[in-house]
Antibody, heavy 119, light 107 residues
Framework: QEQLQQWGGGLLKPSETLSLTCAVY????????WSWIRQSPGKGLEWIGE???????KYNPSLKSRLTMSLDTSKNQFFLKMRSVTAADTAVYYCAKLSAGLFYYMDVWGKGTTVTVSS | SSELTQDPAVSVALGQTVRITCQGD??????ATWYQQRPGQAPLLVIY???NRPSGIPGRFSASSSGDTASLTITGAQAEDEADYYC??????????FGGGTRLTVL
């Protein structure tokens, strides 16, 4: 069964760079888009960005200036970097597989990784 | 507008039917996708497209849409359905946008 395993994040100081990795196991990397979503404490879901298997990227405009997404198809992994973090970036970060064909949905999610930004 | 609006909270008696709604202009163009999130867990896809359920999602979950409003219906709600439900669609730029979520309480 397809699984996403994610790691990285943890406790960061303001202005540091957040780095997350998501690895795809048991499924195809090709033909899909790969997303990052976050959830601030007690809040709803916020889309961060997505990258497809060819490396085409879309970012949330409100975060775009601080983001870099990339992938390594040889390892079935994709990555998120967010620069200059602040307390407002404290959240659980999820990676997800996105099907963007006739219908648009995220059907496989990582378990989430907690990122806390504090001095 | 690219926003999706959901009622913050809804309750339903055990075994009864509940409808959770999501309103937004983008729903006139795109189907809503629905996710269930239990406390401490990642979101789980429950409905996509017109009313498609992934494998493992019970048949009591269904969806419908009219104009700018999409609805998730749970027919015969069970205790395990108590969770937060998020709708998801796309904005004018084709970027994903989520509703604020609805907390469902099963009484």
């Amino acid at each position: 069964q397809e699984q996403l395993q994610q790691w990285g994040g943890g406790l960061l100081k303001p202005s540091e760079t957040l780095s997350l990795t998501c690895a795809v196991y048991g499924g195809s990397f090709s033909g899909f888009h790969w997303s990052w979503i976050r959830q601030s404490p007690g809040k709803g879901l916020e889309w961060i960005g997505e990258i497809d298997d060819r490396g085409s990227i879309k970012y949330n405009p409100s975060l775009k200036s601080r983001l870099t997404m990339s992938l390594d198809t040889s390892k079935n992994q994709f990555f998120l970097k967010m620069r200059s973090v602040t307390a407002a970036d404290t959240a659980v970060y999820y990676c997800a597989k996105l099907s963007a064909g006739l219908f648009y949905y995220m059907d496989v999610w990582g378990k989430g990784t907690t990122v806390t930004v504090s001095s | 507008s690219s926003e999706l609006t959901q009622d913050p909270a809804v309750s339903v008696a055990l075994g009864q039917t509940v409808r959770i709604t999501c309103q937004g202009d983008s729903l006139r163009s795109y189907y809503a996708t629905w996710y269930q999130q239990r406390p401490g867990q990642a979101p789980l896809l429950v409905i996509y497209g017109q009313s498609n359920r992934p494998s493992g999602i019970p048949g009591r979950f269904s969806a419908s849409s009219s104009g700018d409003t999409a609805s998730l219906t749970i027919t015969g709600a069970q205790a395990e359905d108590e969770a937060d439900y998020y709708c998801n669609s796309r904005d004018n730029n084709g970027n994903p946008v989520f509703g604020g979520g609805t907390r469902l309480t099963v009484l």
